[in-house]
């Protein structure tokens, strides 16, 4: 770390020597630490300035069950929030504004792997709602704060805000120093150019490191979610197998281990193949894998192509059962 | 020629660095598998270094509060003649209280001003030259702001931020701890369905599926009507039950319990939020913030960013949440004991305008 930033004062003498490069000074939450009360100051006035603009669109959803948090992400009223909250697809809820005005938003589909969901509010927009961020806008290290009504709507006390910095950013989730309590659930998480990057999901026992769906999730498997289809564990357990563990690239989904006496051992795939598309869609995230195989049942068929050394190919197995 | 030489050499090793950390971001990027370092987070220690002479104000104007050589509560020095404040309902059978640079003194309660669960005392010593708060009570009408506190061991403090609305925190009456079931003049009274273990009603005897006919003398026939009886009652205040129990009737006294301690086995958000303070309730004004402290944290002095009081904190609710007791409700209790309080009570703070600004 301390290397960037020498680097970075030869660069700004560079600059003033020779003029080659316009330097412009990060902003407080960009620098790698706060330096001192100004880089505060800044991020307060920041965070002052956001607050109004995000949290117009943040919700409150009072289940059977409990409540949780949601945001508004388009004009027309599609809530993101979390699997958790939501349940199951088709249930009625109801949502509480900012303001205290209610409306009704039935839930669409979602993921328990990395527990997204999301809702659509019933009746007439426009509704506030907020931007989300692209697919990888986010870095760990990255000043962020979020929204929600822990607990549970409360007119007297308002909405809550907490600030944090994005400490993990891996797969399925994301982790941050923001503190959550449960009916924060769902809740959004915003960056500080005030895009959704992440929906609050699980606490861990130490408040500082939280478990957030990152943004990314939400993105891979938009259709899945929006047509009303809610990925679950029970599902998983008795839908189709494969038998990979990946990791996420750039490339596509790189094949870390094939477990044996599985469907995938006997088609021949080896560590570091890459998985490209299953019967003809892109998949780059592990969760779209897991949706696309489980979402079939034990003995279907699916087209996999892959990659191996610089070659592409595709075959054709016949899926498995997680317990066999 | 040197000179280029020099410049073109520079710029090179400008460029190998810069690609070096390019393609390390970039392979960050792709394999973001690692934690960000703990000194770089919220509350890691180049976090907490930037509130600069705030955090040495901080951690100098707090004391910590010893029973038995054991940490009980922070206090808030207010005063250079060694006057601390602190959360009373937390610092009883306080004897002595160290500060952050390590010297002890003999405590001498001086006040309790009970309605707002504060305390005051006295640093026994010949010296009237202790680091004191200074207040303020811009942060009433600031939202979403930084805020920090010295953690127990007054080596670090912890920040965070204030949010959500100043607002009045409504008294929690007493509880029994038991779940009720049927009720209505067919069934003659109302039926406990289910005992939480350990609680009042539990030590006092009551089990599952005895009739509560009458609290005190009142026949009680509705749910509502005995919860209302009920949360009449503080907390430690006794009642007097009528009871049918297998048709046969008893006289049963109940000490009533806190809701939050009886129900925390039912809560899983006060289950992973480990012990909070017993008295959370009954506050003319409260700020809220996030700051984590444990619960022998309270009494201490919350800061702005410019390292001014602006109140000090005074119940820890749950893992996130914590109420501090703003200077605006504590001044005007604490006029006889600060140094010169015309100077330093600032002019808007007056008894006249207790609802200004909200």
Redesign the interface.
Known sequence: ?P??L??FT??L??SK??GVAEVVEPHAWEK??????C???D??VK??EL?PLTSKALVALETEDGAGSGVIISPDGLILSAAHVIGRTGVEMDVRLLDGSRAKAVSLGGSEISDAGMLQIQGEGPWPHAEIAEM?SS???DWC?GLGH??GFDM???????????????DETM?T???????DSGGPLFSFDGRVIAIHSR?S?E??QNFHVPIESFHANWDFFRNQDLLTFEEIEQGGFLGVAC?E??QGLIIRSVLPDTPAESAGFLENDIILKIDNQAVRNREKLTILISTKKPEDEVIIEYQRDKSVATLKLKLGSRFE | MNNLMVVNLIFKITLFFLIVWGTRRMSADSNQSSYLPEPFRLNGITTQDAFGQGKVRALNSTVRLLRNNKLIALGTLISPKGYVITKASSCVGARKATLQNGSTFSLKIRKRFEDIDLALYELIADKNTFACVEWTDDNLTLPVSWVFSSFIELEEIRVGIASGNPRTIGREGGVMGVMLGQDGKAVGGVEINEVVPQAAGDRAGLLAKDLILSIDGRRVFTKEQLGKLVSSKDPGDMINLEVSRKNKQRKIKVTLGHSSVTFELFNRNLQMSGPVSKRKDNFPLILQHDLPLPKEGMGGPLFNLEGKCIGINIARVDRVTTFALPTKTLLPYLKDWLPDAQNILPERITENDTEADL
């Open positions: 770390m290397h960037f020498r680097c030869i660069f003498y560079l020597v020779t790698l630490t706060p330096e001192n009360i880089d505060l100051a991020i307060q965070l002052q607050v990888k870095n760990v290290g704060f822990p607990g007297e006390r308002g909405m809550v805000v907490r600030i944090g910095r994005i400490i993990k950013k891996q982790q120093d923001s503190r959550l309590l449960g009916g606490i026992k408040p500082d990791e690239s750039n």
